[in-house]
């Protein structure tokens, strides 16, 4: 779960980094009214997860409320969906330190990364200059060690007296990073001010969604998420990505998804959904067709190979769905697994065709949707459908 | 032989109490597996068929001497248990396979899926440390077809499920299953099929595995199932071109087509820092002389060409054929017994 900037810059706050003193503006008024309680000149940050904000201008110093006006309307009009702009004080700055912590799996070590030259995108600089990025393992059974943060600062080069401040800054920043568990804490650029002191002026954060049962501190922003269906299925617990092709994949498991996916681009079909009802979720086939059928799609395939997911069952849920839902576009079903000659009955019992063969099935749900496109008018019902894929 | 687990292995199982821990605890003994004991705090004096509970690993290691009389093929057996099997939620497994680190079992499979980073950090770290092996979590485990199994594996599929001369190692459970029927459906069989899981942080590394299977004389050339994320596929890679893996490596990668910075299902399926495309680690893998499949149906017919072109590979894949047939009969007096 990514944070925005000034939620971020928030748990920084708390854990005693300095940012700027900024002030959340939800519109062009209250934007305008920071920058005069603030002082000009001030920093407008449209606050969104994407990166590439800076280059896409959503980033901008204004010296006066003129330009603050026409700023602040662009950023909110462009089509990035900004709804709050961080407004903070332009920060006098002699350096751009960076430094940032991640995971490392192959070692199981946690990994610090600093370099004397932030500001840029590190892996930017990772490309064109390596050399410049310091990398240190932290054992993440033992923590960080204050002689790591401190030659870390030595090895970058910095004199005494900012090595200290910048050590200090490496452990604050360890410790959020652990006890949030994220997956990355990273501050660039980190400013150093004429006054030798230390500000974070930008924050990413990304808490492990895996750990958020000890975080009940972090809760989504539903308006963060791709589309409404995306939120309904993150509420069910339901992995699921937003497209907007006309295949609504409905499968289980994630690499066999996956791989449909990639089939459904091979056979020059595209997808509406991935939405992958698997696992510990294979008993929700109701609830899965009913946010397929949100997207309008002109197909739904289910390809299910199962171990755990028994057939059988999904098979069950998936008649049930049909019943109940009526989906007036046709289905495909390839499902195989535990429990698949009870689930070959049942698919058949309800008129619908088992299909065995995984890319069989997606060919056809290409060919469905293709033919769906040159009789616009009428959508073809699953039983139509089948009759089409050559069902006796 | 096989990697890992066979006839020998000697496991305890935790969480063997719970509904899915009981119906997959049934189905690894009918498989063959050795259960020796089950582990549930709380619950020591019950059973789970005829396998008793104890309170914690160490009593459980304690109650069960040795057994003696028994010689594997690694020799005479000193402890009386070498393996754990762990159906345990994710935010336990973490104090799960310490408590069996701390008792000296040296492999270790968690199914659990959603365990927190930071705790797979520290596992990975400590499982290093003690020279363990710990597979998973996120997976369905590891299975030897006909000998047995650590893990949840539908194995009286036997269009899956076949013995053989094929290593496997996967990110996935689901396309595993698509991918290796592919391979029996070209005639092989597989030697041990191993679940690294789809986790960003795995026990167990594919590169791992690899070294197992280059020393196992049972397997001929190993599937790799892998996907976009991570550096698991490039690790590989390397171990081709160092000549550290010298058997034919066949590879799918899921997710050529997946768009950046969306995670594809798995928590570790996401290229991120533009790191970790499908399509790159195709690249790599074909450079280091791997054969790569764009879609599982292609699988079975690369190894064919991949064993055919080794030059010992003729013949290891004949007898590869000529076993299935004896492997096979003993597929089906599993299967059948399960049944009964």
């Known amino acids: 779960m990514k944070l925005h900037e000034y939620q971020a810059k928030a748990l920084f706050r708390e854990f005693d980094i300095p940012t700027p003193q900024g002030e959340l503006a939800d519109t062009v008024e209250a934007a305008v009214n920071s920058g005069e309680h603030i002082g000009w000149p001030v920093a407008f940050k449209a606050q969104v997860l994407r990166g590439g904000r800076g280059k896409a201008g959503l980033v901008k110093i204004v010296q006066t409320p003129e330009e603050a006006r026409t700023a602040a309307q662009a950023i909110f009009a462009s089509d990035w969906k900004v709804r709050k702009i961080l407004v903070e004080p332009a920060i006098a700055h002699e350096r751009e330190l960076y430094v940032s912590f991640s995971a490392d799996s192959r070692t199981g070590t946690h990994l610090l990364l600093a370099s004397a030259e932030g500001g840029v995108e590190i892996e930017d600089l990772a490309r064109t200059a390596p050399e410049k990025i310091l990398k240190k393992r932290i054992d993440s059974i033992r923590g960080i060690m204050p002689y790591q943060a401190r030659s870390a600062a030595y090895d970058l080069g910095l004199a005494p007296s900012l090595a200290k401040g910048f050590a200090s800054i490496i452990e604050k920043l360890y410790r959020l990073y652990v006890q949030k568990d994220c997956e990355l804490a990273e501050i660039n650029p980190l400013f150093v001010t004429p006054e030798g002191n230390f500000i974070a002026a930008d924050a990413k954060i990304s808490i492990d969604d895996n750990a958020l049962f000890r975080h009940p501190e972090f809760e989504q922003d539903p308006a963060d998420f791709d589309s409404d269906i995306a939120r309904e299925a993150a509420v069910e617990g339901i992995p699921y990505l937003q497209f907007d092709g006309d295949i609504s994949l409905m499968c289980a498991g994630a690499g066999l998804t996956t791989a449909v996916y990639d089939l459904v681009a091979d056979f020059g079909g595209t997808v509406a959904n991935y939405l992958e009802f698997g696992g510990p979720n294979y008993r929700k086939s109701v609830r899965a067709m009913e946010l397929c059928i949100k997207n309008n799609p002109k197909v739904i395939l289910i390809v299910t190979f199962g171990t755990i997911a028994r057939a059988d069952i999904m098979a069950e849920g998936i008649v049930e769905a049909i019943r109940r839902l009526k989906p007036n576009c046709p289905i495909v079903t390839c499902i195989r697994g535990t429990g698949e000659d009870k689930a070959r009955e049942i698919l058949l019992s309800a008129g619908l065709e088992p299909l065995t063969d995984t890319e069989e099935a997606v060919k056809k749900a290409v060919e469905l949707a293709h033919i769906a496109y040159s009789t616009a008018t009428e959508r073809p019902t699953p039983a139509a459908a089948s009759r089409q894929g050559g069902q006796p | ?340």
């Open chain 2, 1 to 340: 032989m096989s990697i890992l687990v066979d006839q020998n292995t000697r496991a305890i199982v935790m969480g063997a109490t719970g509904t899915e821990g009981t119906f997959w605890t049934e189905h690894m003994v009918n498989l063959g597996t050795h259960i020796i004991a089950a582990v549930t705090p709380g619950k020591e004096g019950e059973h789970v068929g005829d396998i008793p509970v104890y309170h914690s690993v160490r009593r459980a290691l304690d109650s069960r001497a040795p057994d003696t009389q028994a010689i594997d093929t690694r020799g005479p057996v000193d402890a009386p248990a070498d393996a754990a099997m762990l159906f345990v939620p994710p935010r336990f497994t973490k104090d799960a396979v310490f408590e069996c680190l701390d008792a000296g079992i040296k492999l270790i499979v968690t199914v659990a899926d959603g365990i927190p980073l930071h705790d797979a950090l520290q596992i990975r770290s400590a499982a290093l440390s003690c020279q363990a092996k710990v597979i998973g979590g996120n997976t369905s485990g590891i299975i030897s077809p006909g000998k047995a199994m650590l893990g949840m594996f539908p194995y009286w599929i036997e269009r899956v499920y076949k013995p053989g001369r094929i290593g496997v190692m996967t990110r996935s459970g689901s396309l595993t299953n698509e991918v290796t029927a592919m391979v029996v459906r070209a005639g092989f069989g597989v030697s041990t099929l191993v679940g690294v899981g789809g986790d960003p942080v795995p026990g167990m590394r594919f590169s791992e595995v690899l070294a197992e299977f280059e020393h196992d004389p049972e397997t001929d050339a190993v599937v790799m199932i892998g996907e976009l994320g991570g550096t698991m596929e490039e690790e590989t890679a390397e171990m081709l071109e160092s000549g550290a893996f010298s058997k034919p490596l066949v590879a799918f990668i899921g997710g050529r087509h997946a768009p950046k910075d969306r995670r594809m299902g798995h928590a570790g399926a996401i290229v991120s820092g533009g790191k970790g495309g499908a399509l790159d680690k195709m690249r790599a893998l074909e450079k280091a002389g791997a054969l790569t499949a764009e879609r599982a149906s292609q699988v079975g017919i690369l190894l064919a060409e991949a064993l055919k072109s080794s030059s010992q590979g003729a013949a290891s894949a004949n007898s590869d054929r000529s076993s299935l047939s004896a492997d096979s009969a003993r597929g089906d007096s599993t299967r059948d017994r399960r049944y009964e």
